[in-house]
């Protein structure tokens, strides 16, 4: 059974940073497509960006410069090093994770990940 729990959530004041971790336990597909979410209040959940297992990484335009992801694969582990935080990137953060099939791309829409983490919230305040 496949299971992502997120932890390092909380509070910050604009301009700090927090770092989220995705535990991976259950996964066992070498080839893998990895995403990071998030669902801000009364918006629709939007792509963070995303890791794949050959470690190419992807951001969307308003993290990029400020967020990094990162992957201990030792630990199964994935990180979201969040800097330069800001009141708009309050939401609930989620990671997801699928396998990655050779004719598919990654980053995939959050309706193609079939494995989801419970969240954690962040609140940035100004």
């Known amino acids: 059974q496949v299971q992502l729990v997120e932890s390092g959530g909380g509070s910050v004041q604009a301009g700090g940073s927090l770092r989220l971790s995705c535990a991976a336990s259950g996964f066992t597909y070498s080839s893998y497509c990895m995403g990071w979410f998030r669902q801000g209040p009364g918006t629709e959940r939007e792509w963070v960006g995303g890791?794949?297992?050959?470690?190419?990484?992807t951001y969307a335009k308003y993290v990029k410069g400020r967020f990094t992801i990162s992957q201990d694969s030792a630990k199964n582990t994935f990180i979201l090093q969040m800097n330069s935080l800001k009141p708009e990137d309050t939401a609930v953060y989620y990671c997801?994770?699928?396998?990655?099939?050779?004719?598919?791309?990654?980053?995939?829409?959050?309706?193609?990940?079939?494995?989801w983490g419970q969240g954690t919230q962040v609140t940035v305040s100004s």
């Open positions: 890791i794949d297992s050959d470690s190419s990484t």
């Open positions: 997801a994770i699928d396998p990655w099939g050779e004719s598919e791309w990654c980053p995939k829409p959050a309706n193609e990940y079939n494995y």
